[in-house]
């Protein structure tokens, strides 16, 4: 076995730099669970979106504090610091999406019916800008409404009127929602493997394919009393020992940040699709190892096409924002079938053949793209021997 | 000799495929795999017409004031709905389909059901709140006078849009571009790995190869100058096919300051480069581990400026943290990019470039110091 | 005297690597510092070259002290390092170019001797290889011609062989003969005896930073008690023969080792004819008999007590 236990020796080298993507998983499926978390209000009661917005007056009179006081249904006030330079900031970064200033004289002006209006920056042409928007333009319309038709009506009257008729508000009813459309941070740990699970796998079976690639190593291994097909038998369990070790250690990580749903149906699926995943990755790794000669290149090509599938298959940005054209680039990837075989496993609610069918064959995709990796590392090792 | 050094180290540089590929291929990639995933993400922010059904019951239909507000929210380039009439199961489909966000039931008040709570169904919401609203208005005003009947429905016809959009002073509040930013940044700090080839291959102590030049009849500060501007011409000629990349291939906008673009990144290459030369002039370990420092400050870096999560950014620029703000390069440059692209006004730019400056010129007077020796206590 | 070393001392902490080293080298000279590994041979040349400091002495090249900026001795030092300094990402003809045009600045005639020194070092069929594709010898080859493309005054060789093949080791100490007959001084180190005593016309021998001897080999060989060295094969040899034989004159010592006697001389006439007489006379049965003047290991194993390689 002293094949395998090189194989295995080459691995312990290269854990450092494995420990590297472990440590970058950690930290992000982290600051996503508690981000994700704290967005979580699905009640059983329809709740107003609160944007939020800056209010920022000149002035203080009852038409105004009523109207700080009617936007506080639609928005959180955010205090922001006194220089136009911060306050832009704040909008940039999103922080606020919508910065309202009311300038001095504003309502005085308003009162004796001249054309007057408010000025804002917002994000434009989003939704929460239209929404402010919309009850803004809905408190002065009806303000003015009043003052064109009733005459004389002094400001602290006009906001009473104003504040009883806007009390008024629509019936919404919560209906039960028939699937969870978002499920991108319910299965993130799982998705999130494709990162660092192909990584290391890749690193790992590129540096055994690389060491065994060298001609003076292997024709000393050839020259051993150790017949090749037992040589490659033992190359073969050290990687299945090595991918192993790799998926259970990931797995571990993930029913850590999804502990609550480790014992449901869907994780069975999600455990079956990963494990598949990784005999792909560790193709894959061969397949790299195989085609790229010397360490440099193999981390060069690993970080392009480990990253690149990440980006473009809907593990770092969920994958509903991701452009069609972007999607379909990104299915000639096993990785985009793997987040959503992910994504549908979570989603799923009854077991029955057919909900589970969808599931199954995007993970037979995935069996396909690992014979393909395997085969075409097969055929291309064949053609450099005899080169 | 300038031109004699120049010339062979720019021929060494281009033909290091690792470097190369680094500092170039990489912020590509990299550059490319950001557009294709972020493209669309703004989108999710953008207003899109909301697909509402309202059932065409009796009461809708009778309902000539509601009927025709809502008509008039779905009319229109800026309307606000997609209409459809539905009897109500079909809406009830429409909506478990995903179809539509929610479906209205006129009355008084208004019923609306949805699945989700949710920006958009907010906005229905707040729609049938006016409808309302306005409703309980023009009746306020015919109880207290019900002979101003016409001025009612004239001043009713009368909306008007009461908040007016600042004239802008600088760029849109367009997020996603300040990605791109960072990446230019954490691609001239990349320089680094030049400058660190340049720094090396000077100090006898750590290569023969320095050692041998150390030995031929060429001042040592004019060697080790004349290599760093080939390097630094490269470096620099990359990141000028990065930024137009950026600039002309996936469209994201700079700002209309485009000379002082131009400008930031020399500095920042010249920083990144001079990064790289100081690491490998202070730092005696092996070439590992000054990749790995050199990696590692890049990448914490970037981080810090926001490159893996917006929020950072912010976080330590609106906390008011300066040390974390003012010595990251990666941060100083991407804000660069960031004023010349968000503010009318050069103040805060000039604050970044002084203070990045300033890192410079300190990493080159210590690496100055390093290698300005000539005579070594063991080789 | 084209370099001057008096009492040059180099400390690294609590070791002496040179201790009160003094040698000067003569215009036209091979000059070869031998000596074990670690003996301070490198540390010798590199406080030679002014990239070490050193803690005492002086060091006069072409008749002026040595100093990190003295370019214009420099200019007329062709140096050969002991780890082979080339830039992996040039070609062989752009290496020797590179390092040929850091002294000189003419075009036309730096081209003429970055030719004249691929041609050289035999390395024309090599040109345009970069040096990860050449093996050892060529790539020592190169390192050779990268140093003396510039057709220096002084060239300085710090173990270029080794590593090398024998057809390469070969070539490399013809070509610094060819360089010293073309008027170049040479300042040679290496571990090798043999090639020491080949090529060079001056020697010193350094242990432990000190010279222990310095001469021409014949100098050098003329310094110690040994003169001659008879090695004679034989199976049938008594003990009362070897104590006769112990007897002759100028014997110094004499050794058996089942089928070898192996009998040292001191200087003088005749030994060998009298070790052949006695063997004669004693009827001795021997199969070969040779004799051999001392080498420089005999010289070093003499006056250090030990080998020269370790």
Not at chain 2, 212 to 238: D, G, M, Q, W, Y
């Given at each position: 076995?002293?094949?395998?236990?090189?194989?295995?020796?080459?691995?312990?080298?290269?854990?450092?730099?494995?420990?590297?993507?472990?440590?970058?998983?950690?930290?992000?499926?982290?600051?996503?669970?508690?981000?994700?978390?704290?967005?979580?209000?699905?009640?059983?009661?329809?709740?107003?979106?609160?944007?939020?917005?800056a209010?920022?007056?000149?002035?203080?009179?009852?038409?105004?504090?009523?109207?700080?006081?009617?936007?506080?249904?639609?928005?959180?006030?955010i205090?922001?610091?006194?220089?136009?330079?911060?306050?832009?900031?704040?909008?940039?970064?999103?922080?606020?999406?919508?910065?309202?200033?009311?300038?001095?004289?504003?309502?005085?002006?308003?009162?004796a019916?001249?054309?007057?209006?408010?000025?804002?920056?917002?994000?434009?042409?989003?939704?929460?800008?239209?929404?402010?928007?919309?009850?803004?333009?809905?408190?002065?319309?009806?303000?003015?409404?009043?003052?064109?038709?009733?005459?004389?009506v002094?400001?602290?009257?006009?906001?009473?009127y104003?504040?009883?008729?806007?009390?008024?508000?629509?019936?919404?009813?919560?209906?039960?929602?028939?699937?969870?459309?978002?499920?991108?941070?319910?299965?993130?740990?799982?998705?999130?493997?494709?990162?660092?699970?192909?990584?290391?796998?890749?690193?790992?079976m590129?540096?055994?394919?690389?060491a065994?690639?060298?001609?003076?190593?292997?024709?000393?291994?050839?020259?051993?009393p150790?017949?090749?097909?037992?040589?490659?038998?033992?190359?073969?369990?050290?990687?299945?020992?090595?991918?192993?070790?790799?998926?259970?250690?990931?797995?571990?990580?993930?029913?850590?940040?999804?502990?609550?749903?480790?014992?449901t149906?869907?994780?069975?699926?999600?455990?079956?699709?990963?494990?598949?995943?990784?005999?792909?990755?560790?193709?894959?790794?061969f397949l790299?190892?195989?085609?790229?000669?010397?360490?440099?290149?193999?981390?060069?090509?690993?970080?392009?096409?480990?990253?690149?599938?990440?980006?473009?298959?809907?593990?770092?940005?969920?994958?509903?924002?991701?452009?069609?054209?972007?999607?379909?680039?990104?299915?000639?990837?096993?990785?985009?079938?793997f987040?959503?075989?992910?994504?549908?496993?979570?989603?799923?609610?009854?077991?029955?053949?057919?909900?589970?069918?969808?599931?199954?064959?995007?993970?037979?995709?995935?069996v396909?793209?690992?014979?393909?990796?395997?085969?075409?590392?097969?055929?291309?090792?064949?053609?450099?021997?005899?080169? | 000799?300038?031109?004699h050094?120049?010339?062979?180290?720019?021929?060494?540089?281009?033909?290091?495929?690792?470097?190369?590929?680094?500092?170039?291929?990489?912020?590509?990639a990299?550059?490319?795999?950001?557009?294709?995933?972020?493209?669309?993400?703004?989108?999710?922010?953008a207003?899109?017409?909301?697909?509402?059904?309202?059932v065409?019951?009796?009461?809708?239909?009778?309902?000539?004031?509601?009927?025709?507000?809502?008509?008039?929210?779905?009319?229109?380039?800026?309307?606000?709905?997609?209409l459809?009439?539905?009897?109500?199961?079909?809406?009830?489909?429409?909506?478990?389909?995903?179809?539509i966000?929610?479906?209205?039931?006129?009355?008084?008040?208004?019923?609306?059901?949805?699945?989700?709570?949710?920006?958009?169904?907010?906005?229905?919401?707040?729609?049938?709140?006016?409808?309302?609203?306005?409703f309980?208005?023009?009746?306020?005003?015919?109880?207290?006078?019900?002979?101003?009947?016409?001025e009612?429905?004239?001043?009713l016809?009368?909306?008007?849009?009461?908040?007016?959009?600042?004239?802008?002073?600088?760029?849109?509040?367009?997020?996603?571009?300040?990605?791109?930013?960072?990446?230019?940044?954490?691609?001239?700090?990349?320089g680094?790995?030049?400058g660190m080839?340049?720094?090396?291959?000077?100090?006898?102590?750590?290569?023969?190869?320095?050692?041998?030049?150390?030995?031929?009849?060429?001042?040592?500060?004019?060697?080790?100058?004349?290599?760093?501007?080939?390097?630094?011409?490269?470096?620099?000629?990359?990141?000028?096919?990065?930024?137009?990349?950026?600039r002309?291939?996936?469209?994201?906008?700079?700002?209309?300051?485009?000379?002082?673009?131009?400008?930031?990144?020399?500095?920042?290459?010249?920083?990144?480069?001079?990064?790289?030369?100081?690491?490998?002039?202070?730092?005696?370990?092996?070439?590992?581990?000054?990749?790995?420092?050199?990696?590692?400050?890049?990448?914490?870096?970037?981080?810090?400026?926001?490159?893996?999560?917006?929020?950072?950014?912010?976080?330590?620029?609106?906390?008011?943290?300066?040390?974390?703000?003012?010595?990251?390069?990666?941060?100083?440059?991407?804000?660069?990019?960031?004023?010349?692209?968000?503010?009318?006004n050069?103040?805060?730019?000039?604050?970044?470039?002084?203070?990045?400056?300033?890192?410079?010129v300190?990493?080159?007077?210590?690496?100055?110091?390093?290698?300005?020796r000539?005579?070594?206590?063991?080789? | 005297?084209?370099?001057?070393?008096?009492n040059?001392?180099?400390?690294?902490?609590?070791?002496?690597?040179?201790?009160?080293?003094?040698?000067?080298?003569?215009e036209?000279?091979?000059?070869?510092?031998?000596?074990?590994?670690?003996?301070?041979?490198?540390?010798?040349?590199?406080?030679?070259?002014?990239?070490?400091?050193?803690?005492?002495?002086?060091?006069?090249?072409?008749?002026?002290?040595?100093?990190?900026?003295?370019?214009?001795?420099?200019?007329?030092?062709?140096?050969?390092?002991?780890?082979?300094?080339?830039?992996?990402?040039?070609?062989?003809?752009?290496?020797?170019d590179?390092?040929?045009?850091?002294?000189?600045?003419?075009?036309a005639?730096?081209?003429?001797?970055?030719?004249?020194?691929?041609?050289?070092?035999?390395?024309?069929?090599?040109?345009?290889?970069r040096?990860?594709?050449?093996?050892?010898?060529?790539?020592?080859?190169?390192?050779?011609?990268?140093?003396?493309?510039h057709?220096?005054?002084?060239?300085?060789?710090d173990?270029?062989?080794?590593?090398?093949?024998?057809?390469?080791?070969?070539?490399?100490?013809?070509?610094?003969?060819?360089?010293?007959?073309?008027?170049?001084?040479?300042?040679?180190?290496?571990?090798?005896?043999?090639?020491?005593?080949?090529?060079?016309?001056?020697?010193?021998i350094?242990?432990?930073?000190?010279?222990?001897?310095?001469?021409?080999?014949?100098?050098?060989?003329?310094?110690i008690?040994?003169?001659?060295?008879?090695?004679?094969?034989?199976?049938?040899?008594?003990?009362?023969?070897?104590?006769?034989?112990?007897?002759?004159?100028n014997i110094?010592?004499v050794e058996?080792?089942e089928?070898?006697i192996?009998?040292?001389?001191?200087?003088?006439?005749?030994?060998?004819?009298?070790?052949?007489?006695f063997?004669?006379k004693?009827?001795?049965?021997?199969?070969?008999?040779?004799?051999?003047?001392?080498?420089?290991?005999?010289?070093?194993?003499?006056?250090?007590?030990?080998?020269l390689?370790?």
């Open positions: 076995m002293q094949v395998y236990k090189l194989c295995l020796k080459i691995i312990k080298k290269n854990i450092p730099v494995m420990l590297i993507y472990i440590f970058i998983y950690l930290s992000v499926s982290i600051v996503v669970t508690l981000s994700s978390s704290r967005q979580n209000n699905t009640g059983n009661d329809f709740t107003d979106t609160k944007a939020n917005i209010f920022i007056s000149g002035e203080e009179t009852p038409l105004i504090e009523g109207l700080r006081k009617e936007l506080g249904r639609q928005a959180n006030f205090n922001l610091p006194d220089k136009k330079e911060a306050q832009q900031d704040a909008l940039f970064f999103r922080e606020v999406v919508y910065i309202l200033r009311i300038p001095e004289g504003f309502t005085q002006k308003f009162m019916g001249e054309e007057v209006h408010l000025e804002k920056n917002s994000v434009p042409d989003s939704a929460k800008a239209a929404y402010i928007d919309l009850a803004v333009d809905q408190y002065l319309n009806t303000a003015r409404f009043f003052l064109s038709t009733m005459g004389d002094t400001q602290e009257s006009l906001v009473k104003l504040d009883d008729v806007l009390s008024q508000e629509a019936d919404v009813k919560l209906m039960p929602a028939p699937a969870k459309t978002d499920v991108y941070g319910l299965v993130f740990s799982y998705n999130y493997m494709a990162y660092s699970l192909s990584s290391i796998l890749v690193l790992g590129a540096a055994i394919m690389a065994f690639n060298n001609r003076d190593l292997r024709n000393r291994v050839s020259c051993s150790v017949r090749e097909t037992a040589a490659n038998l033992q190359i073969f369990l050290a990687s299945l020992t090595f991918a192993g070790v790799a998926w259970l250690t990931q797995i571990a990580f993930c029913f850590f940040f999804d502990i609550e749903n480790v014992l149906m869907n994780t069975v699926y999600l455990l079956l699709n990963s494990l598949v995943f990784t005999v792909c990755g560790t193709a894959m790794g790299i190892g195989s085609v790229v000669k010397g360490n440099e290149a193999i981390s060069a090509v690993t970080n392009v096409v480990v990253l690149g599938s990440c980006f473009i298959c809907g593990v770092f940005v969920p994958a509903q924002l991701l452009g069609e054209t972007t999607l379909r680039i990104a299915s000639f990837t096993p990785t985009y079938w987040v959503k075989a992910n994504n549908q496993a979570a989603q799923l609610t009854q077991f029955d053949l057919s909900s589970v069918r969808l599931v199954l064959s995007d993970t037979a995709v995935i396909c793209f690992a014979l393909a990796f395997f085969a075409l590392s097969l055929v291309i090792r064949k053609v450099r021997r005899f080169s | 000799m300038f031109v050094i120049f010339a062979n180290r720019l021929r060494c540089l281009l033909r290091d495929r690792e470097t190369m590929f680094w500092t170039f291929m990489f912020p590509l990299l550059a490319l795999f950001f557009y294709m995933s972020l493209s669309n993400v703004g989108k999710g922010e207003f899109q017409e909301i697909d509402v059904a309202v065409n019951d009796s009461w809708y239909q009778e309902n000539q004031f509601f009927r025709t507000a809502l008509e008039e929210a779905s009319r229109g380039d800026d309307r606000l709905f997609n459809t009439l539905a009897t109500g199961e079909e809406a009830r489909k429409l909506l478990d389909d995903g179809k966000k929610g479906y209205i039931i006129a009355g008084d008040p208004p019923q609306l059901i949805v699945n989700e709570s949710g920006i958009y169904q907010s906005i229905i919401k707040s729609f049938l709140d006016n409808y309302t609203q306005t309980r208005a023009v009746e306020k005003v015919l109880e207290n006078d019900p002979r101003i009947y016409q009612v429905f004239d001043s016809g009368n909306r008007k849009n009461y908040v007016k959009e600042a004239p802008a002073a600088g760029g849109k509040p367009d997020n996603l571009v300040y990605y791109f930013y960072t990446l230019i940044a954490m691609a001239c700090m990349y680094s790995f030049f080839r340049e720094a090396t291959d000077i100090q006898a102590d750590i290569t023969p190869l320095a050692a041998r030049i150390n030995i031929a009849p060429v001042h040592k500060l004019k060697a080790f100058l004349s290599s760093t501007c080939a390097a630094l011409l490269i470096h620099l000629s990359e990141m000028m096919i990065l930024l137009a990349f950026i002309y291939v996936l469209n994201i906008d700079f700002g209309p300051r485009a000379g002082y673009v131009l400008l930031t990144t020399v500095i920042g290459s010249i920083t990144g480069v001079f990064f790289g030369a100081f690491v490998s002039a202070v730092v005696k370990k092996s070439e590992g581990i000054k990749v790995g420092i050199l990696i590692g400050v890049t990448m914490i870096g970037s981080c810090l400026a926001g490159m893996m999560y917006i929020d950072m950014k912010y976080i330590i620029l609106s906390k008011n943290l300066p040390f974390l703000y003012w010595t990251n390069p990666v941060n100083l440059l991407s804000d660069a990019f960031y004023c010349l692209y968000y503010f009318d050069l103040n805060r730019y000039a604050l970044n470039i002084g203070a990045l400056s300033c890192i410079t300190l990493f080159c007077a210590l690496t100055y110091l390093f290698i300005r000539r005579k070594y206590a063991s080789l | 005297m084209v370099v001057k070393v008096s040059l001392v180099k400390r690294y902490g609590d070791l002496i690597a040179l201790d009160h080293l003094s040698f000067s080298i003569k036209g000279e091979i000059f070869g510092l031998l000596g074990p590994n670690g003996s301070g041979k490198t540390t010798a040349i590199n406080c030679i070259l002014a990239l070490l400091k050193y803690d005492k002495g002086e060091i006069e090249v072409f008749g002026e002290p040595m100093t990190p900026e003295s370019y214009h001795i420099k200019q007329d030092i062709g140096i050969v390092m002991q780890n082979v300094a080339v830039y992996n990402e040039l070609t062989v003809y752009e290496n020797i590179y390092f040929c045009g850091l002294y000189i600045k003419d075009k005639l730096k081209k003429k001797y970055v030719e004249e020194a691929i041609e050289f070092v035999d390395l024309g069929e090599y040109r345009n290889f040096p990860k594709k050449l093996s050892g010898g060529l790539l020592r080859r190169l390192n050779i011609a990268c140093g003396i493309a057709k220096p005054k002084l060239i300085i060789l173990e270029p062989t080794v590593a090398v093949d024998p057809q390469s080791r070969n070539r490399i100490l013809e070509g610094i003969k060819e360089l010293n007959s073309n008027g170049a001084t040479v300042i040679y180190t290496s571990h090798y005896m043999e090639e020491v005593e080949q090529i060079c016309s001056r020697i010193m350094i242990d432990k930073g000190k010279a222990i001897a310095t001469g021409t080999k014949e100098e050098l060989k003329a310094m008690s040994l003169g001659e060295k008879i090695t004679v094969e034989s199976y049938d040899v008594s003990e009362q023969q070897l104590a006769r034989l112990r007897e002759l004159p110094v010592s058996y080792n089928p070898l192996v009998i040292k001389s001191s200087k003088g006439k005749n030994n060998l004819e009298n070790v052949l007489e063997i004669k004693e009827n001795i049965q021997f199969g070969k008999i040779y004799s051999e003047l001392p080498t420089l290991n005999d010289v070093f194993l003499e006056i250090t007590g030990k080998e390689r370790d």
